[in-house]
C-alpha cells in the first residue's frame, strides 16, 4: 500500500518524486510496472519491506522491516544498465561512510565494511514501448539486527545498526543517499565515463587484493589488478594471463 509521496525540487532528476509504500513484493518489480504509465526519470519507489526481494544472480534479498529498499528509474541513451549499477556503488559507499560505516566497494556493488556486506545493489535494464529503461534498486541493512536476516547469510553481512551507536532513519539517510545519486547521474551525464570509472577504481577495495572468480565452469585465482573502460574487473591469474571479469561469483583471498 502507498503511504506517501515526497517531492524534492532541489534535485535534477533521481527523487525529485519518490512514492513510499509499506509494503511491496520488490521496489524493482514497483519500478517496472509503474513504466506502464508515463512515469518521469527519476522517480524513486521506497518500501519499508519486501515480501520477494531480488538479489544478483537470482538470490533473495532478505528484507526486513528497520532496512532500507529502493529502486529508480532512468532513461539512458545507451544500454547502461550494468554500467550504473556499478557506479551506483559509490554514493551507497558515501552515504555509509557519512553515517559512521566506512565501508568500502567489493567489486561489483557490494557495500562491505570488515569483510562482511552491508548493502547491495541489483540493476536491470528493461525496454518499455521501444524505450530503454534502467531500474536500479538499492537495499542496505540499516536499522536491522543481524538475527532477523537468514541464518546463512548472517555471518557474511553487517547493519548500520550493529556498527553505529546513534539511530538514523531511514528517510534521513535515503535523502543523502538520493541527493549524491542525483549528483552521480549529473556527472554521468555531463562528463566522460572514463573519469566516473577513475574515482570507481579508487573506491573499490578488490583492486590489488587476490581474487577467485567463477564464471560458469571456469574459476580463475589471481590478482585483481585495474577496472578496465568498459567496467570489468581485469584480473592477471597466477600465470599471467589477462581476463576481463563482470559477472559470477567472486572471492576475496586473504
Ligand atoms: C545483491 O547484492 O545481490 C543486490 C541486492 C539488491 C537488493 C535491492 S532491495 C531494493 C531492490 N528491490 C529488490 O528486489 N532488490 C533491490
Known amino acids: 500500500m502507498k503511504i506517501g509521496?515526497?517531492?524534492?525540487?532541489?534535485?535534477?532528476?533521481?527523487?525529485?518524486?519518490?512514492?513510499?509504500?509499506?509494503?511491496?513484493?520488490?521496489?524493482?518489480?514497483?519500478?517496472?510496472e509503474l513504466l506502464e504509465s508515463d512515469v518521469e526519470e527519476g522517480l524513486v519507489v521506497w518500501a519499508d519491506r519486501q515480501a520477494a526481494g531480488r538479489g544478483r544472480h537470482g538470490r533473495a534479498w532478505a528484507s526486513p522491516l528497520g532496512g532500507l529498499y529502493a529502486s529508480f528509474i532512468l532513461r539512458t541513451k545507451e544500454a547502461h544498465a550494468w554500467l550504473?549499477?556499478?557506479?551506483?556503488?559509490?554514493?551507497?559507499?558515501?552515504?555509509l561512510r557519512h553515517f559512521?560505516?566506512?565501508?568500502?566497494?567489493?567489486?561489483?556493488?557490494d557495500a562491505v565494511y570488515q569483510d562482511r556486506k552491508i548493502a547491495g545493489i541489483l540493476s536491470e535494464g528493461v525496454y518499455r514501448h521501444d524505450v530503454y529503461h534502467v531500474i536500479v534498486g538499492i537495499g542496505v541493512n540499516t536499522?536491522?539486527?543481524?538475527?532477523?536476516?537468514p541464518?546463512?547469510?548472517?555471518?557474511?553481512a553487517t547493519t548500520l545498526k550493529r556498527e553505529v551507536?546513534?539511530?538514523?532513519?531511514?528517510?534521513?539517510?535515503?535523502?543523502?543517499?538520493?541527493?549524491?545519486?542525483?549528483?552521480?547521474?549529473?556527472?554521468?551525464?555531463n562528463t566522460r565515463i572514463e573519469f566516473l570509472l577513475k574515482d570507481y577504481r579508487g573506491q573499490c577495495t578488490t583492486i590489488g587484493k587476490r581474487v577467485s572468480a567463477t564464471v560458469?565452469?571456469?574459476?580463475?585465482?589471481?590478482?585483481?589488478?585495474?577496472?578496465?573502460?568498459n567496467g570489468a574487473l581485469v584480473i592477471i591469474d597466477d600465470?599471467?594471463?589477462?581476463?576481463?571479469?563482470?559477472?559470477?561469483?567472486?572471492?576475496?583471498l586473504k
Open 5 to 32: 509521496e515526497v517531492h524534492d525540487a532541489n534535485r535534477k532528476i533521481i527523487g525529485r518524486t519518490m512514492l513510499h509504500f509499506d509494503a511491496v513484493e520488490s521496489t524493482n518489480e514497483t519500478a517496472k
Open 84 to 95: 550504473l549499477g556499478l557506479l551506483t556503488g559509490m554514493p551507497v559507499v558515501k552515504a
Open 100 to 109: 559512521g560505516v566506512f565501508a568500502g566497494l567489493k567489486y561489483p556493488n
Open 143 to 149: 536499522n536491522v539486527d543481524l538475527d532477523k536476516l
Open 151 to 156: 541464518a546463512d547469510v548472517q555471518p557474511k
Open 165 to 189: 551507536n546513534l539511530f538514523v532513519a531511514n528517510e534521513e539517510f535515503l535523502d543523502y543517499l538520493l541527493n549524491q545519486i542525483d549528483d552521480l547521474y549529473s556527472r554521468y551525464r
Open 216 to 229: 560458469g565452469k571456469e574459476k580463475l585465482t589471481g590478482k585483481a589488478y585495474d577496472i578496465a573502460t
Open 239 to 252: 600465470q599471467g594471463a589477462k581476463h576481463d571479469f563482470f559477472e559470477g561469483s567472486l572471492e576475496i
